[in-house]
């Protein structure tokens, strides 16, 4: 199985203005066949490969490229990744890992303790450089102590949906933290 998301930031494109055209690519996305032989050829290629336009051998992409843009997280992208760590955690048998939002040792702890067997750090290595892993690693080693774990597994999944004595009151205030957060337009009736 594979997710795509994010195809409708492509209807901001002049390039790809014309309905049919978008039509015929958000087609393609869901033919579930053609995209998996493309990511097959991926996995085949040495290294990293790139296939622009007819290259892909997937006539519906012969005059599009993609180009890479790099989008480097921050430690607000972290609160989504808790939740479902925390909802998945206990009841699936695969490893977890958070991958987004994790910048310091607190973002890394609190996704170990919703269910997370590994977190990735890979924008605050490249905003801070090789060294922010030790500065990581050593803020971790201390609020480890001082909240008297003695390893990382002890922690794991402590705060997860299935340590919770109460699965339902957690979700229901979940639900109402997200409903409170809203800030919609607010219109108010004007007299004319």
């Known amino acids: 199985e594979y997710v795509i998301a994010g195809e409708t930031n492509l209807m901001g494109f002049a390039e790809l203005s014309n309905v049919g055209r978008l039509r015929r690519l958000f087609e393609a996305f869901n ?11 991926c996995l085949r290629a040495e290294g990293i490969q790139i296939f622009i336009g007819q290259e892909s051998g997937y006539r519906i992409l012969d005059d ?3 180009v890479p843009r790099l989008h480097l997280s921050d430690s607000s992208e972290l609160l989504l990744r808790l939740r479902w760590l925390a909802i998945l955690s206990g009841r699936c048998t695969a490893s977890l890992a958070a991958s987004g939002g994790v910048h310091k040792a607190t973002d890394a702890i609190k996704a170990v303790m919703a269910g997370a067997h590994a977190v990735q ?7 801070h450089g090789p060294e922010h892993l030790k500065v990581i690693l050593d803020d971790m080693k201390i609020w480890l102590e001082e909240h008297e774990y003695e390893s990382i597994r002890q922690m794991q999944g ?6 919770c004595p109460n699965p339902a009151a957690f979700e229901r205030a979940n639900y109402m933290r ?15």
């Open 31 to 41: 033919e579930k066949h053609d995209i998996l032989s493309l990511l097959d050829n």
């Open 64 to 66: 599009i490229s993609v």
């Open 158 to 163: 402590c705060l997860s949906l299935a340590q």
């Open 178 to 192: 997200v409903l409170n957060s809203w800030q919609g337009r607010v219109r108010h009736a004007t007299s004319d």
């Open 121 to 127: 750090i890979v924008s605050a290595l490249l905003k």
